[in-house]
Every structure is written in C-alpha cells, then in structure tokens.
C-alpha cells in the first residue's frame, strides 16, 4: 500500500471540501468519543492511586454515611494492628453565604490529619495555627482563590446537619496534587458546640491511615469485624473506593456512557461510509483506467481503502487534538471539578481514539472499495455517474 | 415560480442509500438528545407531582432538606395550633409529624446497595397524602410493619410484599405497597412515627412537619406566621418549592447530555452538508435546465435548501423512533439532597419530540444553506456543461 501513498494523497486532496468536510465531520464525533472516554476512563479505570492515597482508608456506619458513629471508637481502631493514625471525618455541611456556594467542608483532628495527609503543602506556621486555634479552618488554593480568601479572613458557615453556625477564622491555604476544593477545621469545634447533647459523642465517619498499603484490607476487615455485632456495625473503604461510591449515585453512569459512545461511533462510520460510497462512486470511470494501465484488483482495492484511513486519520489526529483541549475545559468546570479529577486525555485514551477512526477508515470503505475493485474495465469505462 | 416538492421528495428516493445514511446520522444525534430530554422530564415530573399545593413543609432554620432538619415534638405541639390549618372531620389540625432517615438495601442495578429514604409518620400524615394501596393493608401503629411505595417494591427485591427488611433496631414485615402516581413517595419506605424514631433513638429530635392550608390564599399567611415565630425556630417552604429544588439532582447528567447532543449535532451538520455539495454535484446539468426552463436562482436556493430540511427531517423522525422504546423505562438516580435514590420512568412526550424535530431541522439548515447557495449561483452554460 506504501507504494501508492502518493496516489492515495492526491486522491485524497482531489476533491478538498469533500475531504475537509469529512476530516471536520469525523474529527468532531472523535473529539466527542475522545472526551467521554477520558471521562469513562478517570471514573471507572483510573489508575492506581497516588502512594499517600493509597494509604488511606474511611470508616463509616454500615447503612449509609449519614447515619453516625460513635467517637469512642477512634480508641479502638487505634488499637488495630498496621493502623498508623485515625482522625475523625465529620462533614459539616452547611451554608457559605448561598446555598449555590457547595464545596466539601470537613472537621478533622489537625494533629492526625497532618500524618494521614503527608502530601499537603503549607507553611509550617499555618500548620501551627491550625494546630492550636479551635475555629481556625484551613482551605485548598482553588477554593480560596475561587472567594478570594486570604490568610486571617473570617468565614461564616451557616449550620444545617449541626444546629450551630461555625464561625472560622482562615489560618492556611495549602496546596495538594489531588484537591484544592476541600475546607477542613477543626472537630473539637463541633464536639463542643454540641457539648451536653445526644450529639457530642457522635462522628460521622473516621479516617484511617495504614502503615503499609498492602494491609490496607485486612485492616478494613479488621475494623468491620471488630465492631460487626454492635449497635454501630461500620463499613470500611479505601478512599478511592469510598469517591466512587458517590459517583454511582449520578445514576447508571457506565451505562450511560457506554451508550452514547456507541452511538457517536455508529454515527462516524455511518458518515464516513457515505463519504467514501460517494467518492468511490464518482470514480468509478477511473478505476476503468487504472486497470487499463495494469492496476490489480488488490492494487486498487488497496488504494480506496488507505485513502479512507487516511482521511479517517486525519480527522481522528485532529479530534484528539481537539479532544486534550477540551478535557482541560471540562477539568475546570465548577460543577464537575469534584468527580473528573483523575480527568486527562492520556496517551491510552489518544490511541484508542485512533484507534476507533483506523477502524472507521477500515469498515467504511472495505464495501464500496470491492465492488469498485470488482466491477470488469468495460462495464466501468461505460458508467456515467 | 417554485419548484414542485416532489422534485425533492424523488431526489432523495433515487439517492436512497445516501439519504438512509446521513438521515441515520442525524437521527442517533437526535436520539442522544431525545434520550437526556425524557431523563430531565421525568424527573420533573416524579418531583412535581409528589407536590400538593396545599401542603407547607416546615423544617428547622438552615435545613435544607427533611434530612439535616430537627423539629423536636415541642416545637410541633405550639405550631399545629397556628391559624389556617386546616382542619380534619374530626377537629384535629392536619399537620403530620415524620421522621426521615436513610436506610441501605441492595437494588437490581446495584447490589452492593443504594440508599432509600425511610419515612415515619402517623395515620393522619398517611391521610394527608391521598396515595393507593396496590396490595396488602397500611402499617399498623405500634408495629414493626412498613408500606413500600411501588418503584422501591420494583426495585429493590429484598422489600417486596411479604419480604422482612432489617433495618434499625430489627427485622420490619412489609405489609402494603402503595402507588403515588408519578410522585417521588414511590420510592419510599413508611413506617410507624413512633416505631421508626426509637429504632433510631430519635423520640426527641424528629424531622419535618408537613401542614396543610385551608386554602390556597391562606398558604402564604401560614407561612409567614410559621417564619416570624422566632420561639419555633423553623422555615416554612411549600411542598412545590422543596421538590422543585430537587430536581438539580437531573443537572449532571442533562448538562452532559446537552453537551454531547450538541457536539454530535455539529458532526451530523457536516456530513449533512457534504451529502447536499454532492447532491449538488451530481445534478449540475439538471440545475441548468431548470434554469434554461425558467426557475430563477432563488427558486433553486430553496429547493436544495428545502431538500436538505426534509432530509434532516426525516432523521428527526427516525431519531423519534429509535427513542421510543424509552418510554416510561423505569430507572433511579441519587438525589444529593435526601441522599437517596429516585426512581421515575423516561418520559418522550409529544413536545420533546417537537423539540427534537426542531434541533434536526437546525442541523438540517445549517448543512443546506452553503449547498443550496452554491447550487443557485451555477450559471446556466457552465452547468449544463459539467458531467
């Protein structure tokens, strides 16, 4: 085929709205597959968590997040072998000013957090402040950007699940490679806001962290089957399991996504057949010439087919092109931020959307490019359009 | 003059493999988008109609949904006796007192568990929801029975008729299921006010108060005087507003969708457009007899953009076909705000069609109009001389 690759070029640029019709419209479509790909990817095949992360484990009730714990079971879980720290993992909840303004808002125990989050970034004063101030808070970079909070500044969070309003003071911004989004203070804030009621004792969740990353599933059975037959049976996940546990809860996503890709696919072939009948079409004459001048079946064959792929090609190199630019776009999108940030259009995701528009090339035109290849040098000569 | 439409109608017939392709082409576009439309409307609809206009819920200041709200039974005692409550046969003021937790029962799409939402109430709350029995009795006071509402019966086969669940502090008997319509409630669990709350140790601190109006002109009065009771601590908000703001939990994946209708629709439009230069190619010499016959340019302007419309049409219809069979497909998704799943049924109803037909027809347009504009600007010599 490499022989005709000039052939198969000229013909290609022959008729160029044509092509670049093609090429846009293919491109388009794989820009499309290539996103939801990257998307299906970072929800559902993202690679193995940071070394940090993978530590990390979270302990809730059995039935459902929202249903508590019990504080003295920090103790216990202390008590587990291969267990390194233990923070609680309150969810505060609330309302910043508009009930719009939803970003995560966790209490935790500073001293334990900063063991469980060894990759936090910040300076070490900040780290003393939020050590030492009970309604001292700290936020990731994107989000304090986001409100334009800076170091000292007080912020109001409204209580809902806690009958309280928790008035932070801001004593840290810090960096982390995995989540900027997140507000963390402090839960001896909360435990004694709620001092003297049913609820002082009560934690939603804790936060675990394991000396090795391999015994992290012991340690999870560990847990459960400690507290397995009293009145607050817990379940433990792996932080990266305990996200996407949320992310079922958009619905049947998989599905959702596998469907559509399925149709945008099955929309391109159909396209790029249509193209490819009707140039074949329209050549029909010239393929009588070809082999006149002593082209073979498979000659010719050979050369509609590698024109099909390069054109499908072209537009699958353009659409990934198009592709990595709008991943990044959907990254940043306020709404989605939380779920997509594993969200990147990696070289895997690239060749398999290459690898989609080859085969388009391929399958599209294997039809057309027969019987144009079949057709006898009379009958072709003879044909008209 | 115009040219006749069956000019049209015969091009597309004679080209029909073309025409079968690009229409398939828009038509998958159209499904995509047909498909999010049905999710968003039934969503919207389980929302709306578990609303009754004459019902208030009131939950305490800052909840934002009867699952973070506390009204302790105190609170309920002074505020069932405020004016324009209406009032039951008996004399009593219709005003229910429930308890909402979530419970964790493993459903056909997901066996791991997905989350329901669990309602105590009292009889009276039963009463003021006017819902059906499909099968079985309601649950009776004091008893460890519940009723499920027919999507969680559907759904989830450990809370069928007859079935025993184990939640809180024990086994329950489920001895009713109940059809709320389209509404949101089938896809609860109710139980006895009393019987759920000290399952969950919540005798003192229970969930929402649900009140019914008089009528409709004393709904915003009984608000008000509900909000101004600083003493009760509580927001008043009709049943309409809580469920309207819950179908946000549709908003992920209609802007996901939107998105990929959109993109798709610009793909379709190119091969739209590709299949109408050829279209066009192909009948030069036709084009200028019918301009040797008379039509002016204008006239050809439109026939091959009207061409393209009923290209792109057809696709619309083809689109509505394959998104049919959706209809009134059952299926849940999580609600952010009472941490439980929804279930509710697609619904492709007549306007979503329209709608659906109009996005076919705009990318029928955008792909005729270059086409058609070059058809008409062939001049009569040159054209009847190209092959």
Avoid at chain 1, 44 to 65: E, W
Avoid at chain 1, 97 to 105: G, L, T, V
Avoid at chain 1, 307 to 336: D, N, R, W, Y
Avoid at chain 2, 348 to 374: C, N, Y
Wanted: aromatic fraction near 8%; include cysteine.
């Amino acid at each position: 085929m490499f022989r005709y690759l000039s052939l198969i070029v000229k013909s290609g640029l022959r008729n160029r709205r044509r092509s670049s019709l093609t090429i846009l419209s293919i491109a388009v479509s794989l820009c499309l597959l290539g996103v939801l790909m990257a998307m299906y990817r970072a929800l559902f095949l993202s690679d193995q968590p940071s070394p940090a992360q993978a530590l990390r484990m979270i302990v809730h009730h059995k039935v459902s997040l929202t249903v508590p714990l019990i504080s003295a079971y920090e103790a216990k879980i202390r008590q587990i072998p291969g267990v390194k720290a233990v923070s609680a993992y309150q969810w505060f909840g609330g309302v910043y000013k508009d009930p719009k303004n939803f970003f995560a808002r966790l209490a935790v125990e500073p001293d334990e957090f900063f063991k469980l989050k060894s990759e936090l970034q910040m300076p070490e004063e900040q780290r003393q402040a939020f050590l030492h101030l009970r309604t001292g808070c700290i936020a990731g970079v994107t989000l304090a950007q986001k409100y334009g909070w800076k170091v000292g500044d007080r912020i109001t969070i409204v209580g809902d699940i806690f009958p309280f309003n928790a008035e932070l003071t801001l004593v840290g911004v810090y960096n982390d490679p995995e989540d900027t989004d997140t507000l963390y203070m402090n839960q001896e804030y909360i435990r004694q806001a709620m001092q003297n009621t049913t609820r002082a004792d009560q934690i939603g969740a804790f936060w675990v962290q394991a000396d090795n990353a391999a015994a992290v599933p012991e340690i999870s059975k560990a847990i459960d089957d400690e507290f397995a037959n009293s009145p607050y049976p817990t379940k433990t996940e792996s932080e990266k399991a305990f996200a996407l546990s949320f992310i079922s809860f958009l619905g049947n996503l998989r599905l959702f996504l596998a469907a559509i890709c399925g149709a945008v696919t099955f929309t391109i072939l159909l396209v790029s057949a249509n193209t490819i009948s009707m140039s074949v079409r329209e050549r029909v004459r010239e393929v009588g010439i070809l082999k006149t001048l002593g082209f073979t079946t498979g000659n010719i064959l050979s050369i509609i087919v590698g024109e099909a792929i390069f054109i499908a090609g072209a537009g699958g190199a353009l659409g990934s092109l198009l592709a990595a630019f709008l991943v990044g776009g959907v990254k940043k999108m306020p709404m989605t931020a939380g779920f997509f940030r594993d969200l990147a259009f990696t070289s895997d995701v690239a060749a398999a959307a290459m690898g989609v528009a080859l085969f388009i090339g391929l399958v599209s035109s294997l039809l057309p490019a027969w019987g144009a290849s079949r057709t006898s040098i009379l009958e072709s000569l003879k044909y008209t359009g | 003059m115009a040219i006749p439409i069956a000019y049209n109608l015969r091009n597309l017939v004679v080209r029909r493999t073309t025409t079968l392709m690009t229409a398939l082409g828009i038509a998958l576009t159209v499904a995509v988008l047909l498909a999010v439309l049905a999710l968003v409307s039934g969503l919207r609809t389980a929302f709306r109609s578990s609303a009754d206009p004459l019902h208030i819920l009131v939950m305490r200041v800052g909840g934002t949904s009867e699952l973070n709200s506390v009204i302790t039974n105190d609170v309920y005692q002074s505020l069932k006796v405020k004016p324009g409550i209406a009032v039951s046969p008996s004399g009593e003021p219709l005003a229910s007192l429930e308890v909402v937790q979530v419970i964790n029962l493993p459903s056909v799409d997901s066996p791991t568990g997905m989350n329901v939402t669990l309602r105590g109430l009292t009889t009276m709350g039963v009463g003021m929801r006017h819902l059906r029995l499909v099968s079985g009795r309601w649950f009776a006071p004091g008893q460890r029975e519940v009723v499920v509402g027919k999507s969680t019966a559907n759904r989830y086969p450990g809370a069928r008729m007859g079935e025993r669940i184990r939640f809180g502090k024990g086994l329950w008997t489920v001895v009713g299921v109940m059809d709320g319509g389209h509404s949101a409630l089938n896809s609860e669990i109710w139980g006895d006010l009393g019987q759920v709350a000290s399952d969950y140790n919540r005798q003192d601190g229970l969930s929402s108060v649900l009140v019914q109006a008089q009528d409709k002109a004393s709904v915003p009065a009984l608000m008000q005087t509900l909000d101004d009771d600083q003493r009760l601590n509580v927001k008043a908000i009709t049943e309409q507003e809580y469920y309207d703001r819950q179908t946000i939990s549709g908003a992920p994946l209609q802007a996901l969708g939107i998105f990929v209708s959109i993109i798709m629709a610009v793909g379709s439009s190119f091969a739209a457009m590709n299949t109408m230069y050829a279209a066009v190619a192909r009948r030069a010499t036709e084009i200028g007899t019918l301009r040797v016959l008379g039509f002016s340019r204008a006239s050809i302007l439109f026939s091959f953009f009207l061409e393209s419309l009923l290209l792109s049409v057809l696709g619309g219809l083809l689109g509505c076909v394959l998104a049919l069979p959706l209809n009134n497909v059952e299926t849940g998704i999580g609600n952010f705000m009472t941490f439980s799943e929804i279930a509710f049924n697609f619904q492709v109803t007549v306007p979503i069609m329209v709608a659906g037909v109009t996005f076919a027809l705009l990318m029928g347009a955008f792909g005729g109009l270059l086409p058609a504009r070059m058809a008409a600007k062939k001049e009569i010599l040159t054209a009847l001389r190209e092959t």
